[in-house]
């Protein structure tokens, strides 16, 4: 290549560098218009439900500790966590699995722990489980975060009759065997349980049924849960005949029917980093959990044609990202760190969720500590708490809130061949009369200045970074946590600038 060629390549780089440049400087222009009128019921707090299950440290050392542990705690739960998850308020508790839940004997984790039975945890990591922490130490953490229970019951490997004196075990106020049992075992006054799963992923680690079989197994265990709501195992590999049948042939017998979705920023086998990933990977993250909107919109609308009064609820009981394990950690436990890109992540799904009240009652966010798209992480004393946390704290006043109609006209962005909306919106009033707007950017490189057809002046929070995957560690704990934000004037058209890569709400007084 002669020099004059060199440099006419290198004047036609450096001018699409410059050009490239001068577009990310322009803030992207977007437009949301708000109604008044209400686009859908409220939005039920239970759609900000956790979910814990038997794996890795997600309860040992994670959530418990033990009495005996120099680790301050209250009765085994460690007081650092329990007291994070306060602050957010915890709806509701899934327990024990997931798939551990269709491999467990609730005996096991009752009476003398110093009694109870070591199992090997078959699923995750085939490692034992003491059964330490059973029925009785759970009901205890859900009354110390004011929680409802959702317990899910085997129906993988156990009888309808088990899953029955399960639940009268820990809900009969009688004279019963069962419940003079519970009574000897320490507590006296029965324990409310709310919700029951019939089953987890019946499709596969628990049971791997035919949809039909299924059915006729559900509507058996189902009439022997009484006076508690019976939660249907339902969809989690893109089954429409399998939602077909269970609606058709157990919808009587079910009060609500669930969904599993992941994220992943790449393919099931090779799921991406969680950590150190570029833009490609940050953008197909972020398709990937939009994508359960495309999933709910097609499962409540097979429920609708079952069910159209909507009397059976949807429960996306286990969402969240799934990436590889971190580095030199047992695969098996699936632990990952958890970076701003996972923040955007609950925050779409969120704002997903808010679009579709009319099916979807309750969501389980997977999992609570140190497994998966976790609140919290931990290392023997110390503790650090995740930009997702943070999300679930930001996103606080959207509970009870009532959706409003709202038009978003945005822009779209590229990377490689995907497609993405620049900017995602949820709005929504508060039983206070304010309105709540929460913002979402995707780009990662390019502002969005939102105009709204709102006056005034608006504060909130923001959380926001430079790097993609910046998080949260134990020696810089609150490297990641949000930040006050604010816009408008009072009288003044509002407009709202959102840095890239950001999650911002905000209230709108009445």
Not at 219 to 240: E, I, P
Not at 386 to 399: A, D, I, N, Q, S
Not at 472 to 484: E, R, Y
Request: glycine content about 8%; aromatic content about 8%.
């Amino acid at each position: 290549m002669n020099v004059k060629m060199k440099h006419l390549l290198h004047a036609a780089t450096l001018a699409l560098s410059v050009s490239a440049a001068a577009i990310a400087a322009e803030p992207a222009e977007v437009r949301l218009t708000i109604a008044t009128e209400a686009v859908g019921p409220r939005i039920e707090p239970e759609i900000y439900g956790h979910f814990v299950e038997h794996l890795g440290t997600g309860v040992y050392d994670g959530l418990w500790v033990g009495p005996e542990s120099k680790i301050p705690n209250t009765r085994g739960w460690r007081n650092d966590v329990v007291e994070a998850l306060r602050r957010i308020e915890v709806p509701v508790i899934r327990w024990p699995g997931g798939c551990f839940a269709d491999d467990y004997d609730w005996r096991d984790g009752i009476g003398d722990p110093a009694k109870r039975p070591v199992r090997l945890n078959r699923w995750w990591g085939r490692v034992p489980e003491t059964n330490r922490v059973g029925t009785h130490e759970f009901m205890d953490l859900v009354e110390m975060l004011g929680s409802e229970a959702y317990i899910a019951a085997n129906m993988g490997s156990m009888s309808p009759r088990d899953a029955s004196q399960w639940l009268e075990y820990m809900t009969s106020d009688s004279k019963s065997a069962l419940a003079e049992e519970r009574r000897r075992n320490g507590r006296d006054r029965p324990w409310k349980v709310k919700y029951v799963g019939v089953g987890n992923e019946s499709w596969g680690c628990g049971g791997n049924m035919r949809p039909e079989y299924q059915a006729d197994l559900h509507n058996r265990y189902a009439t022997y849960l009484q006076d508690t709501l019976r939660v249907a195992s339902g969809d989690g590999q893109r089954n429409d005949h399998l939602v077909e049948v269970l609606m058709e042939r157990s919808g009587a017998h079910m009060d609500a029917f669930t969904l599993h979705y992941y994220t992943t920023a790449g393919e099931w086998e090779d799921k991406g980093p969680a950590t150190g990933f570029g833009a490609d990977r940050w953008a197909k993250g972020l398709q990937s959990a939009l994508g359960i909107e495309e999933r709910i919109v097609a499962v409540s609308g097979i429920m609708d044609k079952h069910d159209p009064k909507k009397r059976v609820a949807l429960y996306v009981d286990e969402w969240g990202t799934w990436h590889d394990p971190a580095p030199g950690t047992n695969p098996g436990f699936l632990q990952q760190q958890n970076t701003l890109r996972d923040g955007l992540v609950a925050a779409l799904t969120f704002n997903v969720f808010h679009r579709h009240t009319e099916r979807v009652k309750m969501a389980n966010i997977a999992q609570m500590v140190n497994v998966l798209q976790a609140m919290a992480l931990t290392d023997g004393p110390r503790m650090a708490l995740t930009p997702t946390y943070h999300v679930f704290e930001l996103y606080k006043p959207f509970r009870g809130a009532v959706p409003l109609k709202a038009t978003l006209e945005t822009p779209r962005w590229h990377e490689g061949e995907i497609e993405l909306p620049a900017v995602d919106a949820s709005v929504a009033r508060a039983a206070d009369g304010s309105m709540v707007l929460a913002l979402v950017n995707l780009d990662p490189w390019r502002t969005a200045r939102v105009q709204t057809n709102l006056s005034g002046a608006v504060r909130g929070r923001i959380l926001t970074a430079d790097a993609l995957d910046a998080h949260n560690t134990f020696a810089k704990p609150n490297a990641l946590v949000p930040a006050p934000y604010s816009s408008g004037a009072n009288g003044a058209p509002l407009t709202l600038e959102l840095p890239p890569k950001s999650v911002v709400v905000v209230s709108v007084p009445r």
